[in-house]
């Protein structure tokens, strides 16, 4: 009879082990599948060169982007991907050269008053002229839902 307890026992542990770890695995897929976006780890604290606005409304602010230089041969490059402090939501960021149908390169979130500085492309660029067209995507900070969009072009130059 005692043997029997412990068998019993330990198909009842093993029973609710199982089921503590099934839980647990549906609890952590519910929440990355909530916020499936993450924060770019290249992302650090930024202070933009700008004047403030001092309208007291609430709008978002989108960086404007002119002239950009990449160097060819490299996949590293520098550029300021920049979330202008105070801003209601997050940004991704997404960059695409001469019209191609899929991005050099796709950011992570990225907070209010931050910015990344050097990105990897997915692909070397060819030396010359380009036209660079950087897709910023926004997310409430609360709850990540997609709010607007912007398209910002520039001139690339890759040396």
Known sequence: MNRRRQNILLVTVIILSAIIGLLAYLLIQRENSQGSLSFD???????????????????????GYDNITFAADTCDQQIT???????????????????DDSPVYTSDMVKP????????????LDK??????????TFDVNSKEPLNSAISNAKLNVI
């Open 113 to 124: 008053g931050s910015a990344i500085s050097y990105i990897r492309l997915n692909k070397t």
């Open 81 to 99: 991907l920049a979330n202008p402090d105070k801003n209601p939501c997050n940004f991704t960021f997404e960059l695409y050269v001469d019209q």
């Open 41 to 63: 780890k290249n992302a650090s604290a930024w202070t933009p060169h700008t004047k403030s606005d001092t309208s007291g409304k609430q709008q978002i602010k989108i960086p």
């Open 128 to 137: 010359g002229e380009h036209t660079l067209s950087i897709h910023i995507s």
